[in-house]
Antibody, heavy 121, light 110 residues
């Protein structure tokens, strides 16, 4: 059974940093691209970042480019999102999601339950 | 990276068919066949319903179908059922090598 478990969310002050993790199991992690998608409370989905199977291709939404860094450790079946210079508008539930392909296609067939990030003073 | 345009809400009675539109530009929906659709029930993670414009993942009912014409993609649900009531989001690859979602459509089954 495919499982994606996010962790690392919490309450953080504006301007500070946070690192999210996603532990994957139930599939061959290094065969697939992975993504982060967020959802602000009561709002729609927003794609945040994606990384190909071998980290050779990485992409970011304009809203987080230069502040967030995505990475993966295939040996540990884990995906990460380093979030710096956090802003109030980054407050959201952050989902880790698996692509159905190794390279970027953005077809997300499995999602975690999300980890909540709240940016507030 | 403007969000794709979806109607805020649609409704239909059980057994009927409904269509949700998703309008973008030639830089996203119109330029690529990398369009997908997601269903999200309240408090749950999204579920992939359609990928690559009109393909259904294994396990998704054939009542769900997708298509595209120009800059507009569409999701059609036939034989509407109570459990189809949910939020639906479209998504597309963009010329900036990113992905963009639609604003979401709330489907109400009357």
């Amino acid at each position: 059974e495919v499982q994606l478990v996010e962790s690392g969310g919490g309450l953080v002050q504006p301007g500070r940093s946070l690192r999210l993790s996603c532990a994957a199991s139930g599939f061959t992690f290094n065969d697939y691209a992975m993504h982060w998608v967020r959802q602000a409370p009561g709002k729609g989905l927003e794609w945040v970042s994606g990384i190909s199977w071998n980290s050779g291709s990485i992409g970011y939404a304009d809203s987080v480019k230069g502040r967030f860094t995505v990475s993966r450790d295939n040996a540990k079946n884990s995906l990460y999102l380093q979030m710096n210079s956090l802003r109030a508008e980054d407050t959201a539930l952050y989902y880790c999601a698996k692509d159905i392909f190794a390279v970027f296609r953005g077809y997300l067939d499995y999602w975690g339950q999300g980890t909540l990030v709240t940016v507030s003073s | 990276q403007s969000a794709l345009t979806q109607p805020a809400s649609v409704s239909g009675s059980p057994g009927q068919s409904i269509t949700i539109s998703c309008t973008g530009t030639s830089s996203d929906v119109g330029g690529y066949n990398y369009v997908s659709w997601y269903q999200q029930h309240p408090g749950k993670a999204p579920k992939l319903m359609i990928y690559e414009v009109g393909n259904r993942p294994s396990g998704v009912s054939n009542r769900f179908s997708g298509s595209k014409s120009g800059n507009t993609a569409s999701l059609t649900i036939s034989g509407l059922q109570a459990e189809d009531e949910a939020d639906y989001y479209c998504s597309s690859y963009t010329s900036s090598s990113t992905w963009v979602f639609g604003g979401g459509t709330k489907l109400t089954v009357l």
